[in-house]
């Protein structure tokens, strides 16, 4: 009974139906954008407080559509995941990503992580831990240089299996770290049992950090528990000098945000110098 009345309300509702078929019009382009060439990848810059260097990038997914012209990954990847379409696109990003940071190794620019997101859907994969090695070879990317950012939502998986997939990653010889930190499930005793390297504070305790006494508690202390499990901590959404000098007072190891850079091309990153040139 509950199939015939949600068809019910679709048949009744003209407005649900819009977007029923919108959706599986967007989901039929999806499938031809990556033959199409109509993905690119922009790159964030992560700068280390201690160096003042730029240490790692974000690769972040952008569609570049014929009609509808740049939609946001918060439009597609969700769309992508429910169809399964995140697998194939997610290989390219990571494919694209490395290769980049290849060539921008091979070029003389400072050793340098490049972060990839990964979701949960294709954490499940059972060849997950094959592609990425795959990958690796192919591009010939040194495994230090590649990060992958998994969410607290992998771990609703099956516990075995994620420890085990984490273990050959890391074996692999990259780093993970956790994105939108603090956002997720409750249990923080992943924390123990994973093996990564570094924790995002996610962008929504960062904004308020230096107006809210909530916010600043919850960002020095998730600051103050990954320093005392031995994690990299970085935050995100940087957006102010003023939020930029309270991570750094609390000893935050990273940053990333609009006040070092927005997302910017490949080529947009070495014109201006985000990274350095070291030889
Ligand atoms: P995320 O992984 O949390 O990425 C950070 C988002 O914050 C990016 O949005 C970035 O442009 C934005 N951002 C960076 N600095 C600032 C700042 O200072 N202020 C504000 N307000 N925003 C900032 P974007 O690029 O639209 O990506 C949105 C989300 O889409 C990402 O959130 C990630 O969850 C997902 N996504 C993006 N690329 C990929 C991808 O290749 N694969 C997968 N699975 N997901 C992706
Ligand atoms: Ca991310
Ligand atoms: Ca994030
Ligand atoms: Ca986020």
Redesign the pocket.
């Known amino acids: 009974s509950k199939e015939i009345n949600r068809n019910t309300y679709e048949f009744f509702n003209p407005v649900m139906s819009v977007q029923a078929s919108e959706r599986l019009e967007v989901a039929q382009e999806l499938h031809k954008a990556l033959d199409r060439n109509e993905f690119v990848?922009?790159y964030?810059p992560q700068l280390h407080f201690e160096s003042g260097q730029i240490t790692g990038v974000?690769?972040?997914?952008?569609w570049q559509h014929p009609r509808r012209g740049m939609v946001?990954?918060?439009e597609f990847?969700p769309l992508?995941?429910e169809t399964g379409m995140?697998v194939p696109?997610?290989e390219w990003?990571l494919r694209t990503?490395c290769r980049q940071n290849k060539a921008w190794q091979d070029a003389g620019y400072g050793p340098m992580r490049v972060a990839?997101?990964?979701?949960a859907y294709?954490f499940k994969q059972s060849n997950i831990v094959q592609k990425v090695d795959e990958i690796l070879q192919e591009t010939g990317l040194k495994p230090e240089y590649l990060e992958l950012?998994i969410?607290e939502s992998i771990s609703m998986q099956n516990a075995d299996y994620v420890i085990e997939t984490l273990d050959q990653l890391n074996r692999l010889g990259i780093q993970i770290s956790i994105?939108?930190f603090g956002t997720g499930y409750s249990s923080l005793s992943y924390l123990r049992d994973f093996p990564i390297h570094r924790l995002?504070i996610?962008?929504s305790f960062?904004?308020d950090i230096t107006a809210s006494d909530g916010d600043a508690v919850i960002a020095a202390s998730i600051i103050a528990m990954a320093r005392s499990l031995n994690l990299e901590v970085i935050a995100?959404?940087?957006?102010t000098e003023k939020q930029f000098e309270f991570l750094l007072s609390k000893g935050c190891n990273e940053m990333?945000?609009?006040?070092i850079s927005?997302?910017l091309p490949a080529e947009a990153i070495t014109d201006r110098l985000l990274i350095n040139k070291i030889t």
């Open positions: 990848l922009v964030q974000e690769a972040l997914v952008r946001s990954p918060v990847i992508a995941e995140i696109i997610g990003v990503a990839v997101n990964l979701s294709q950012e969410t994105d939108d995002k996610d962008r960062v904004n995100e959404g940087v957006e990333q945000g609009y006040f927005k997302p």
